[in-house]
């Protein structure tokens, strides 16, 4: 990405963003990923589910703590499954209601989810009770 990053604290050093297109392999950000605050990860399609697949890689394998934030074809139905690969902002596609989204957040909070995933990874059996 870059050659040289300026030192935090500097006058030169800001948040960095960058848009990674679905089709874009999200190794190419392992080097960079520490100096990133955001990275927005687009869905062309609603049934194209590549960037679960960058957002999971971002938050499990390269640690990435900053912004993850899904576009385009966002729909409440995919709340659920966004927040569980590591997704923590969305814009939601224009027919799409927030309060809808809000509480399709909330749907699987009781039990959770019998598989694990970026957030709590092990499976509810591995779990203490």
Request: glycine share 8%; hydrophobic share 40%; no cysteine.
């Amino acid at each position: 990405m870059r050659e040289q990053w300026p030192a935090p604290g500097t006058p030169d050093h800001k948040p960095v963003g960058v848009i990674v297109p679905n089709d874009t392999d999200i190794e190419t950000l392992e080097a960079d990923a520490a100096k990133l605050s955001l990275v927005v990860l687009n869905f062309p399609k609603w049934v194209d589910g590549r960037a679960y697949t960058q957002a999971h890689i971002l938050r499990s394998r390269y640690r990435f703590q900053g912004e993850i934030r899904a576009t385009g074809e966002v729909l409440v139905d995919m709340m659920s499954l966004l927040k569980r690969t590591g997704f923590d902002a969305v814009v939601l596609r224009g027919d799409q209601d927030r309060a809808a989204a809000e509480r399709a957040l909330g749907f699987f909070t009781a039990r959770g989810h019998y598989q694990g995933d970026v957030q709590v990874t092990k499976p509810v059996f591995a779990r203490s009770a």
